[in-house]
C-alpha cells in the first residue's frame, strides 16, 4: 500500500516520466523517417540509388533500436538483449554482396516495424502525460491557484464573473470545500495518469522484447553455439585429464613393473651363468612388481570407471544407489521413471547426482540429503535437496558452472534454490533421448 500510495512521486515513477517524455518524440518521428524512407527508396528502387538507401535507413533502424533497449536498460530497469549480429555482412565481399548482406538484415527490419507500430504509443505517452499527469498536478494545487488568482467581477447587467474554475452553467469552484473536492479529484486523476501510463511502458516493453531482442531461433542457435563451444572444451578437457592420468599413474606404475621385472630378470639370468642367485632380493623384487601390477589395475580401473562408470550398466537407479550408499552423509534415494533413458543421459544424471552430493558434503555441512529421479513430462528430472547453510551459487568456474555446461549439451536446465541458511535444492532436466 506504501508503495502504491507513494507510486506517483517515487524515483521509478520519476525515470518513467523521463523515458516516456524522451520516447514520445522520438516515436512520432522515427514512424516519420520510416515512412518517408521507404516511400523514396521505394519509388527510386529501379535505380541504383534506392535500394543503399533502404539499407541505410533500415541500419540507421537498428542502431535507433540499440538505443531505445539502453534507455529502457537505464531507465526502466528492463534489460533487453541485443539481437544476434549480422553474421552474412561480415562474410559478404563485393559491394553487392555487401548490399545483399544489409538487406536481408533481419533485426534492422524488426527494428523498422518497432518504429512503424510505435507511432501510437508516442502518441499515447503525450496524451498521458499531458492531459493525465500535469492536468492532475494542476487539479491537486487547485486551492493554491484559486485562492491567488480568482477575481470575481460583475458585467453591466450585475452577472457576476469568476476566473474560478467552473462546471456547467453558474457552477463554480470558489470555496475551500469546493477547491479540496478538486484537489480529491486531482490526486485520483494523477494515479489514473500513473497506472495508464505503466500500462503503455510495459505495452511498449512488450513490443521492445518481440522486435527488438533476439528471436526465440536466435537464441536457440546462440544457446546451441555456447553448449558446443563448452562441450567442445569439456572433452578437450577430459582428454588431457586422461592423458595425464595416463602418463603420471598407470604409465609410471607399469614402467617401474618393467624395470623390477628387468633387474629380476638379470638376476635369474646370473644364475644360469653360474653366480650365486640371492632369492631373497629377486623374491623382493617380484613382490614388488607385482604391487605396482594391481595398483597399475586399479588406477585404469578408477580411469575407466570416470570415463563410464560400470555400475550404469544396470541402470539409473542401481548407479544412483550405489553413489548414496559411498556418500559422507545419509541419503535417500528415490527413482521412478517408466522406461530407461539413453546412455549418454544417464551418465549425465549420475555426475550431476555425484557432483551435487559431493559439493553438498563439502560446502553446505548438511546432516542428510535427498535425491529423486523422476519422469515428468517426457524429462527426466533430477532432484538433490539438503539441509546444509545454503548460499550455493552458479558462478563462473565453479562446480555448479560446470554442470549447467554439461547439461546444456543435451539441451537441458539447472534451476538452483539456495538461500542463506539453507536449505539447498537443485533440480536438473534433462531429455529422455538425445
Given at each position: 500500500?506504501?508503495?502504491?500510495?507513494?507510486?506517483?512521486?517515487?524515483?521509478?515513477?520519476?525515470?518513467?516520466?523521463?523515458?516516456?517524455?524522451?520516447?514520445?518524440?522520438?516515436?512520432?518521428?522515427?514512424?516519420?523517417?520510416?515512412?518517408?524512407?521507404?516511400?523514396?527508396?521505394?519509388?527510386?528502387?529501379?535505380?541504383?540509388?534506392?535500394?543503399?538507401?533502404?539499407?541505410?535507413?533500415?541500419?540507421?533502424?537498428?542502431?535507433?533500436?540499440?538505443?531505445?533497449?539502453?534507455?529502457?536498460?537505464?531507465?526502466?530497469?528492463?534489460?533487453?538483449?541485443?539481437?544476434?549480429?549480422?553474421?552474412?555482412?561480415?562474410?559478404?565481399?563485393?559491394?553487392?554482396?555487401?548490399?545483399?548482406?544489409?538487406?536481408?538484415?533481419?533485426?534492422?527490419?524488426?527494428?523498422?516495424?518497432?518504429?512503424?507500430?510505435?507511432?501510437?504509443?508516442?502518441?499515447?505517452?503525450?496524451?498521458?502525460?499531458?492531459?493525465?499527469?500535469?492536468?492532475?498536478?494542476?487539479?491537486?494545487?487547485?486551492?493554491?491557484?484559486?485562492?491567488?488568482?480568482?477575481?470575481?467581477?460583475?458585467?453591466?447587467?450585475?452577472?457576476?464573473?469568476?476566473?474560478?474554475?467552473?462546471?456547467?452553467?453558474?457552477?463554480?469552484?470558489?470555496?475551500?470545500?469546493?477547491?479540496?473536492?478538486?484537489?480529491?479529484?486531482?490526486?485520483?486523476?494523477?494515479?489514473?495518469?500513473?497506472?495508464?501510463?505503466?500500462?503503455?511502458?510495459?505495452?511498449?516493453?512488450?513490443?521492445?522484447?518481440?522486435?527488438?531482442?533476439?528471436?526465440?531461433?536466435?537464441?536457440?542457435?546462440?544457446?546451441?553455439?555456447?553448449?558446443?563451444?563448452?562441450?567442445?572444451?569439456?572433452?578437450?578437457?577430459?582428454?588431457?585429464?586422461?592423458?595425464?592420468?595416463?602418463?603420471?599413474?598407470?604409465?609410471?606404475?607399469?614402467?617401474?613393473?618393467?624395470?623390477?621385472?628387468?633387474?629380476?630378470?638379470?638376476?635369474?639370468?646370473?644364475?644360469?651363468?653360474?653366480?650365486?642367485?640371492?632369492?631373497?632380493?629377486?623374491?623382493?623384487?617380484?613382490?614388488?612388481?607385482?604391487?605396482?601390477?594391481?595398483?597399475?589395475?586399479?588406477?585404469?580401473?578408477?580411469?575407466?570407471?570416470?570415463?563410464?562408470?560400470?555400475?550404469?550398466?544396470?541402470?539409473?537407479?542401481?548407479?544412483?544407489?550405489t553413489l548414496a550408499a559411498r556418500s559422507a552423509m545419509p541419503v535417500t534415494v528415490n527413482v521412478a521413471l517408466a522406461e530407461r533413458p539413453d546412455r549418454a543421459i544417464e551418465t549425465i544424471a549420475y555426475f550431476c547426482a555425484a557432483e551435487l552430493l559431493t559439493n553438498a558434503a563439502k560446502h553446505g555441512a548438511p546432516t542428510r540429503a535427498a535425491l529423486a529421479v523422476v519422469q515428468e513430462e517426457g524429462k527426466l528430472t533430477l532432484l538433490v535437496e539438503d539441509d546444509g547453510r545454503g548460499g550455493a551459487r552458479v558462478g563462473y568456474g565453479g562446480g555448479l558452472a560446470g554442470l549447467l555446461d554439461r547439461v546444456?549439451?543435451?539441451?537441458?536446465?539447472?534451476?538452483?534454490?539456495?538461500?542463506?541458511?539453507?536449505?539447498?535444492?537443485?533440480?536438473?532436466?534433462?531429455?529422455?533421448?538425445?
Amino acid at each position: 500500500m506504501k508503495r502504491f500510495l507513494l507510486s506517483p512521486v517515487s524515483g521509478h515513477t520519476a525515470r518513467q516520466y523521463l523515458f516516456a517524455l524522451i520516447s514520445a518524440p522520438l516515436g512520432i518521428a522515427g514512424f516519420v523517417y520510416v515512412v518517408v524512407t521507404l516511400a523514396v527508396g521505394g519509388a527510386l528502387s529501379f535505380t541504383f540509388v534506392g535500394l543503399p538507401l533502404i539499407a541505410t535507413a533500415i541500419f540507421l533502424a537498428k542502431q535507433y533500436g540499440g538505443l531505445q533497449r539502453a534507455m529502457a536498460r537505464k531507465l526502466l530497469d528492463v534489460d533487453i538483449e541485443a539481437p544476434l549480429p549480422n553474421a552474412r555482412w561480415k562474410t559478404a565481399h563485393g559491394l553487392l554482396a555487401k548490399l545483399g548482406a544489409a538487406l536481408g538484415d533481419l533485426a534492422a527490419w524488426r527494428s523498422q516495424a518497432y518504429l512503424l507500430v510505435r507511432f501510437p504509443l508516442g502518441v499515447a505517452y503525450l496524451m498521458t502525460l499531458g492531459l493525465g499527469v500535469v492536468e492532475g498536478m494542476v487539479m491537486v494545487a487547485y486551492p493554491i491557484w484559486w485562492s491567488v488568482f480568482d477575481v470575481q467581477n460583475k458585467d453591466s447587467h450585475g452577472v457576476v464573473h469568476h476566473s474560478a474554475l467552473q462546471l456547467g452553467d453558474g457552477f463554480y469552484f470558489d470555496t475551500w470545500p469546493r477547491a479540496l473536492l478538486v484537489t480529491v479529484a486531482g490526486v485520483v486523476w494523477v494515479f489514473a495518469g500513473v497506472w495508464l501510463l505503466k500500462f503503455w511502458l510495459w505495452l511498449d516493453t512488450l513490443l521492445m522484447r518481440v522486435l527488438l531482442g533476439p528471436t526465440s531461433s536466435e537464441r536457440r542457435v546462440e544457446e546451441l553455439t555456447v553448449s558446443r563451444a563448452h562441450a567442445v572444451d569439456d572433452s578437450a578437457a577430459r582428454l588431457r585429464r586422461i592423458e595425464r592420468d595416463l602418463h603420471d599413474g598407470a604409465q609410471a606404475q607399469l614402467v617401474a613393473l618393467a624395470m623390477q621385472l628387468g633387474e629380476a630378470k638379470e638376476n635369474l639370468d646370473a644364475t644360469g651363468g653360474g653366480a650365486e642367485l640371492d632369492l631373497v632380493e629377486t623374491r623382493a623384487l617380484i613382490d614388488t612388481a607385482h604391487r605396482n601390477a594391481k595398483q597399475a589395475i586399479n588406477e585404469l580401473r578408477d580411469l575407466a570407471r570416470g570415463i563410464h562408470p560400470a555400475v550404469l550398466d544396470n541402470g539409473l537407479r542401481d548407479a544412483l544407489g550405489t553413489l548414496a550408499a559411498r556418500s559422507a552423509m545419509p541419503v535417500t534415494v528415490n527413482v521412478a521413471l517408466a522406461e530407461r533413458p539413453d546412455r549418454a543421459i544417464e551418465t549425465i544424471a549420475y555426475f550431476c547426482a555425484a557432483e551435487l552430493l559431493t559439493n553438498a558434503a563439502k560446502h553446505g555441512a548438511p546432516t542428510r540429503a535427498a535425491l529423486a529421479v523422476v519422469q515428468e513430462e517426457g524429462k527426466l528430472t533430477l532432484l538433490v535437496e539438503d539441509d546444509g547453510r545454503g548460499g550455493a551459487r552458479v558462478g563462473y568456474g565453479g562446480g555448479l558452472a560446470g554442470l549447467l555446461d554439461r547439461v546444456r549439451t543435451v539441451e537441458g536446465s539447472l534451476d538452483v534454490d539456495s538461500p542463506q541458511g539453507g536449505p539447498t535444492r537443485v533440480v536438473v532436466k534433462l531429455p529422455m533421448h538425445v
